[in-house]
């Protein structure tokens, strides 16, 4: 594949102040990184474009595999179907300290249907990619003559060249009452106002691009970067996610920062994570 660089930014390169103390713990300690010029992709990879990845190349996804027996050894036959995970709003009833009670593995969910078997993206090509494993988003990337962002490469880039500020747009969540991310609000999870437009992913660059030229660096979806996440000996790996997505809400999952991250399994799947790429500046 080719090795242009397209639709790339030139991030600066320097001394960025990276981390938090003001949210969650695995974002401490605030601390000094050094940065070399990097470019990455202005926006997440879209359905359009993975779509000409497939096409060209034949490559099918985790999701749309059965289960790794290495990794699920013991699973059983009936369980061991093509599927993905993909959010089911719940009654009011539901606990929220229970999160696996709005999370459902549906067989069938996958990139070209992001909500199950009888959903579709014909009309979400310019939405961003979702239910795709680290290896989709690597074996993408290496196509592309590209890679995943490190952690702090990503972190650097969302910040849009401000520092130590909550969002990619300054301090403020809303600043003059305006949504400037494809988040949740309302309560979560049981009611999403949609005040931003969005119940599920929203066209890229539908909200106003970051200091760097950069959309959707909060919000929207979850996405891949290439930096482990430490885990237990005899622990499945995890690679760092980046960004939030359109089900991080305020009152909940309060991630959709540049700051922010999750460690998430390499084999995982949802209807929330994509990814963007990266490459060297020269």
């Known amino acids: 594949m080719s090795d242009t660089f397209d639709r790339m930014v ?6 960025f102040i990276l981390g938090s103390d003001s949210f969650y713990p695995e974002e401490s300690p605030v601390r000094s990184v050094q940065i070399k010029s990097f470019r990455i992709d202005a926006c997440p990879v879209t359905n359009a474009e993975f779509a ?3 096409s060209e190349t034949g490559y099918v996804t985790v999701s749309e595999k059965p289960p790794d027996p290495v990794l699920y050894p013991n699973l059983p036959p009936d369980q061991q179907n093509p599927e993905s995970a993909v959010f089911i709003p719940p009654p009011p009833t539901v606990d929220r300290n229970q999160p696996m009670s709005w999370w459902a593995l549906i067989e069938g969910a996958d990139w070209r249907h992001p909500q199950g078997p009888d959903s579709t993206i014909a009309d979400r090509m310019d939405h961003p990619v979702v239910h795709l494993a680290y290896e989709d988003s690597l074996a993408y990337a290496q196509w592309m003559g590209k890679r995943l962002p490190t952690a702090d490469e990503w972190e650097v880039a969302a910040r849009g060249g401000l520092v130590q500020q909550h969002y990619a747009w300054g301090e403020e969540m809303t600043p ?3 949504w400037l991310a494809n988040v949740w609000q309302g309560p979560f999870p049981w009611k999403n106002e949609q005040a931003d437009g969005w119940f599920w992913t929203s066209p ?3 909200f106003p691009a970051n200091g760097y030229g950069l959309v959707d ?3 929207n979806v979850w996405e891949w970067t290439s930096t482990l996440f430490p885990v237990p000996k005899g622990e499945q790996e ?3 996610i980046k960004g939030g997505s359109f089900l991080c809400a305020e009152n909940y999952c309060h991630r959709f920062r ?11 799947a949802t209807c929330h994570m994509g990814f963007r790429c990266a490459a060297d500046s020269g």
């Not at 540049?258 to 995982?268: E, H, N, R, V």
């Open 10 to 15: 030139v991030i600066p390169s320097g001394d």
């Open 52 to 54: 000409r990845f497939v």
């Open 176 to 178: 003059g009452g305006q």
């Open 204 to 206: 890229v660059g539908s």
């Open 217 to 219: 660096m909060c919000g």
């Open 238 to 240: 995890r690679r760092i």
């Open 258 to 268: 540049p700051a922010a991250l999750m460690g998430q399994t390499i084999d995982t």
